[in-house]
Every structure is written in C-alpha cells, then in structure tokens.
C-alpha cells in the first residue's frame, strides 16, 4: 500500500496530494521528517536498518525518520515516526529544513532534535541493531560504517546549526 504525501515546490508549498512511490519514481519534491536522538548524557542513537526493509537495508542511520504524510506537519510526522520505530511518546523539535538531493529522490528534509530515554524498543522490522554513541565516536563511524545517503549531510548540517565543528 503507498502512503500519501503532498507534492511541493522549492519553497516548500503543497502542490498536490500524490502517492509516495509516483513522487520519487518521478523524483518530485515531497517532505521527510528525520530526529537526531540524543540521551541525557548528549549521546547521539544509531541504528542500521533491518534487512528487510524497502529503502536502503542494512545501513546505518543517524536520525529517525520517515515520509511526511499528507496533512501531517514536519513535527507530527517525526513524533509519529518515534513511536513507529522506537516505541517512544517525544516532542521533537523542529530545527531546520532544506531539500536533500541524496537517497532515492529530491526531497525536503525537516530535521529535529529530541532527548528520549535510553531504553528505547525498536520496532525490530525497522532497527536490527542501536546504540548510543558520542559525537567522537560517530564522527568515527561515518567514517567507517555504510550510512544511509542524506546521514552525512543531515548530520553534518546539524552539528553546524549547534555551531559544532564537523
């Protein structure tokens, strides 16, 4: 079954109601949501996709995310999104937006930030494996692991929007 999202234009305007898979199969401009998860200590979560998974399998991720329903804001789309994959009730907050050319198709990319406990309980058809890793030890494995394609630049512009240094 396709989800519905809205089709928008570079300013991120709604063009119309489209089905998910015509939007990237014509590489239309839609919305996605993704979260930077931190605990209370500042650890960031990471977690590889499960195998079994439609897009990009197997790889890690650096935020938790997914496809802006129709009529859904980038911020009730994220907190959905929480609670799909990890079983977890946050506001996230939202910090920026702007259009990703990485991954499947163009798209615009709102990403936000949100402390949630550390006992978190991935959906395991979503998350085959997560852990909680410091900004050293992440800027180490994007060196390292297979990410997903917007992770490098959705990470990098987040810790440039903290004022971190990549």
Same mark, same amino acid.
């Given at each position: 079954?396709?989800? =519905?999202?809205?089709?928008v234009? #570079?300013q991120?305007?709604?063009? @119309?109601v %489209? @089905?998910?898979?015509?939007?990237?199969?014509? !590489?239309?401009?839609? &919305?996605?949501?993704?979260?930077?998860?931190?605990?209370?200590? !500042?650890?960031?979560?990471?977690?590889?996709?499960?195998?079994?998974?439609? &897009?990009?399998? !197997?790889? *890690?991720? %650096? +935020?938790? !995310? #997914?496809?802006?329903?129709?009529?859904?804001? *980038? +911020?009730?789309?994220?907190?959905?999104?929480?609670?799909?994959?990890?079983?977890? &009730?946050?506001?996230?907050?939202?910090? $920026?937006?702007?259009?990703?050319?990485? @991954?499947?198709?163009?798209? =615009?990319?709102?990403?936000h930030?949100?402390?949630?406990?550390?006992?978190? %309980?991935?959906?395991?058809?979503e998350?085959? =494996?997560?852990? =909680?890793?410091?900004?050293? +030890?992440?800027?180490?494995?994007?060196? +390292?692991?297979? $990410?997903?394609?917007?992770?490098h630049?959705? $990470?990098?512009? *987040?810790?440039? $929007?903290?004022g971190?240094?990549?």
């Amino acid at each position: 079954m396709d989800e =519905w999202v809205e089709r928008v234009d #570079g300013q991120d305007r709604v063009l @119309g109601v %489209v @089905g998910r898979r015509e939007a990237v199969r014509e !590489g239309w401009l839609h &919305r996605v949501a993704v979260t930077v998860c931190r605990d209370d200590r !500042g650890r960031i979560l990471v977690h590889r996709r499960s195998e079994q998974v439609s &897009r990009f399998p !197997g790889l *890690y991720e %650096v +935020e938790v !995310g #997914g496809a802006v329903n129709a009529g859904e804001s *980038y +911020e009730q789309a994220a907190a959905r999104e929480l609670a799909e994959e990890l079983g977890i &009730r946050a506001l996230p907050r939202l910090l $920026f937006t702007f259009i990703n050319r990485s @991954g499947l198709s163009p798209h =615009w990319l709102g990403v936000h930030e949100a402390v949630v406990p550390d006992a978190v %309980v991935p959906d395991p058809d979503e998350v085959a =494996w997560h852990g =909680w890793l410091t900004e050293p +030890e992440l800027g180490s494995a994007l060196l +390292e692991w297979r $990410f997903t394609p917007d992770s490098h630049e959705a $990470f990098s512009r *987040y810790l440039a $929007f903290r004022g971190v240094q990549p």
